[in-house]
């Protein structure tokens, strides 16, 4: 679960440009993720610039992006099954299991990380940006200085349209448009009947929506949190 919250944002944030949803079923023995990820084409473009992050062969580096991503989850001891296929021409799709989040965010990040939190009957997120390191300890692509500037730690007291304008000289006219209309948005079942729910929007019985455009994320000038409880 912890894998899929930071792999989601993460592969979002490659740059902007991205639809990324979140299909996350949490149960008592094993958990599952569905990850579907849609970047725009000169998004792209722009991120091949960037020579130090250049494949080879035929991957172009979202392609290359997701390929590391899945690496980085099957290589873990909480997580198996790790399956991430190209479904589109800019479109892809990601499955895996797991066992324990707690256990799998630490393993990923190499520490203690607070970002995620889940008891026997709780789940609860919240990512600030006191607490954002964490976030580039589990996914070290997010403190290349190459992509770092554009994200929340360069950016402390910008405005929507600051960064906007920022944008549209480091990538083009294209980037507010295609920033504006980014999403990130979590599918949540628990394995049990929801008692409470913050910042999230209850949808069924065990099931929750979180969800929110991605320049929030950006410039996490204001935390991104929810939290569920459950019987």
Known sequence: MRKILFTVISACILLSGCTVTETLTLNNDESASVTDIS?????IDVLTDFQEFMPSGDENIMDKAIT????????????????????????YTGTFNFENIAELADELGGIDQSIITQT???????????????LEAVVPFLADPNVSVYLANYNV??????????????IGEQ??????????TFNI??????????????????TIQYSFPLIDFLLLSSPLSFSVQWV
């Not at 980037?175 to 990130?184: L, N, R, Y």
């Open 39 to 43: 970047v725009e084409q000169f998004f």
């Open 68 to 91: 590391s991503f899945a690496g980085q989850i099957e290589d873990t001891d909480n997580a198996y099954g790790t399956l991430f296929v190209k479904s589109g021409e800019n479109e």
């Open 120 to 134: 026997e009957n709780s789940l609860s997120f919240y990512c600030d940006i006191d607490n954002y390191t964490e």
């Open 157 to 170: 007291g910008y405005s929507e349209q600051d960064y906007y304008d920022m944008m549209v000289f480091a």
């Open 175 to 184: 980037a507010p448009e295609a920033i504006s209309g980014s999403t990130i």
């Open 189 to 206: 079942t628990v394995p049990g009947r929801i008692t409470s729910v913050e910042g999230a929007v209850q949808t069924g019985d065990n």
